[in-house]
């Protein structure tokens, strides 16, 4: 039920990967999530339940860090969406940061 998502910023060429949920063992607790820190601005792959109030951080699945979703294609975790498209880049700062699942986990 987790997933490896590999990230592609199509402006500046920064990438990276994260994982998104949890194992099958685990995903009542552990729901790693992308995330930015919003005192750094660094990208973060973070647990979302721990995190989900502290106001720390700004979610990937929050309007805020999303833009231009022009393929039209979402993700998701739970109740939490992502788009594969127009994400923002923490490198250059544009809303060009792409998503793709490039692997299934259980
Ligand atoms: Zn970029």
Redesign the pocket.
Known sequence: MGNIVATL??????KNEFRLGGGRFSYLTNCPVPAINKETLEFENINYFDHKDSGKYLFYSDNDLKGDNYNDKKFSNFDLYFNEEGNY??????K??AFRITMYLD
């Open positions: 910023c199509r402006s500046c060429g920064f880049c923490p490198s250059c700062k544009a060009k940061l």
